[in-house]
């Protein structure tokens, strides 16, 4: 069974950082692309950065250029979201992912999500 497990979500002040992690099991992080979701309040999801072994780096969105990183740790097989920066926006809940082949393949998995607040 494939789980995704995303953690250290919260509340934090405008301006604040947060990393977000997300647990793997049931898949090696280094098979997939691995990402992260976004969908805002009364919103559709939206893709915000992803890692492949494939192509590296990919970001979906343009708001998380400069402020959101994405890393993976194979060993330990996790994927993480570093936020910094934060903004009142960037509120919502965040999915962790797993794709097929590449940031830009079928969807293999998608975490429970977990909340994110920035508040003003």
């Known amino acids: 069974e494939v789980q995704l497990v995303e953690s250290g979500g919260g509340l934090v002040q405008a301006g604040g950082s947060l990393r977000l992690s997300c647990a793997v099991s049931?898949?090696?992080?280094?098979?997939?692309?691995m990402g992260w979701f976004h969908q805002a309040p009364g919103k559709g999801r939206e893709g915000v950065l992803c890692?492949?072994?494939?192509?590296?780096?990919?970001t979906y969105a343009n708001s998380a250029k400069g402020r959101f990183t994405i890393s993976s740790d194979k060993a330990k097989n996790m994927v993480y979201l570093q936020m910094n920066s934060l903004k009142p926006e960037d509120t919502g809940v965040y999915y962790c992912?797993?794709?097929?082949?590449?940031?830009?393949?079928?969807?293999?998995?998608w975490g429970q999500g977990i909340q994110v607040t920035v508040s003003s």
């Open positions: 992912i797993a794709r097929w082949y590449h940031c830009g393949g079928d969807f293999r998995s």
């Open positions: 049931g898949i090696t992080v280094g098979d997939y692309a």
């Open positions: 890692i492949s072994s494939r192509d590296g780096t990919t």
